[in-house]
């Protein structure tokens, strides 16, 4: 497949692929709602939406959702219920994707990691932020789920969000293991880990990307400012994806794109048997659709 290189490639990506079908835990609210019903009519997406079915209704009303267009799972048992509701239409195959609606997000991820009913894969689950820049899709991670993974963890965060970037159409994702400089400093932990993947990545054992560090963010996304410090390499100002240190670092990197730059953004959290839609409140509808497009494509790339 062609790389797609903007959200709105990506959207008509997931209107090639989709539609899949959506699993929406407490759906009442009117954000979620917007993006799942844009989705809908986009071709993108279709969905199952799981919460009290009163509420649904009155919030539908309200902005002019038309319910007979969705399949209403009508669960008043509380949150920890309707997860459980919501991720079980997944496990059983009848959706494709796991999505948060108004739920607190410690119970949509109880959901998620139910023994019984949840999509533990046995891998790590992390999570990615992506915005379009320039010419191309930007990946950070992990900025929202894992806090202080160790070098084992960023390993694996890596190849959860290369399977994304493959998604995405990019063959080889150029990764760039960030820290505050681009020379390894013993006094400096993030150093030492991103030298140690980037050596990992030339001997073969991390798979499907290129991977490169330390990179401090100027020289990992500038091409000017990589020649400017003498930086070289394959990644060396073109990196596809950013491997942040911590959960401080990638969250304040990520919501610095979308509230200082104004950069379109969406995210998911990956590693789990199905794509897992897990945005803010605060999120936009826009937010939400791109969200929902790019599990559309991770679905489609999985075989699901």
Request: include cysteine; glycine fraction near 8%; charged fraction near 20%.
């Amino acid at each position: 497949m062609e790389q797609i290189r903007s959200l709105e490639q990506l959207l008509v990506y997931a209107q090639k692929v989709g539609p899949r079908k959506i699993s929406v835990a407490l759906a009442e609210d009117a954000e979620v709602l917007e993006a799942v019903e844009n989705a809908r009519k986009n071709g993108i997406a279709e969905a199952f939406l799981v919460g009290n079915a009163t509420k649904l209704k009155a919030v539908a009303q309200e902005i002019g959702v038309d319910l007979n267009n969705y399949e209403v799972v009508d669960e008043q048992g509380g949150e920890a219920a309707t997860a459980l509701s919501a991720v079980k239409l997944v496990s059983e195959g009848k959706a494709d994707i796991y999505m948060k609606g108004m739920i607190k997000t410690a119970n949509f991820l109880r959901g998620l990691l139910n023994k019984e009913v949840g999509l533990r894969s046995g891998s790590l689950i992390s999570h990615a932020y992506f915005h379009g820049i320039d010419d191309r899709i930007l990946f950070i991670c992990d900025p929202a789920f894992n806090m202080y993974p160790d070098l084992g963890d960023k390993v694996k965060i890596v190849n959860n969000t290369v399977q994304l970037a493959h998604a995405f159409g990019v063959a080889c994702p150029k990764v760039a293991a960030l820290a505050a400089v681009e020379v390894v400093n013993p006094d400096m932990p993030a150093t030492l880990e991103a030298a140690a993947i980037s050596q990992m990545s030339r001997r073969g054992q991390i798979k499907g990307c290129v991977v490169d560090g330390p990179f401090a963010l100027d020289n990992a996304i500038s091409e000017e400012s990589a020649r400017h410090k003498g930086v070289t390499g394959e990644v060396a100002g073109k990196a596809d994806i950013l491997l942040v240190p911590n959960i401080d670092a990638g969250n304040m990197l990520a919501k610095s794109m979308v509230y200082f730059a104004k950069l379109k953004t969406a995210g998911l959290v990956l590693g789990a048997k199905a794509p897992v839609i897990l945005t803010s409140r605060s999120d936009s509808a826009e937010t939400k659709l791109y969200s929902i497009a790019s599990a559309v494509a991770l679905a489609a790339h999985l075989g699901k």
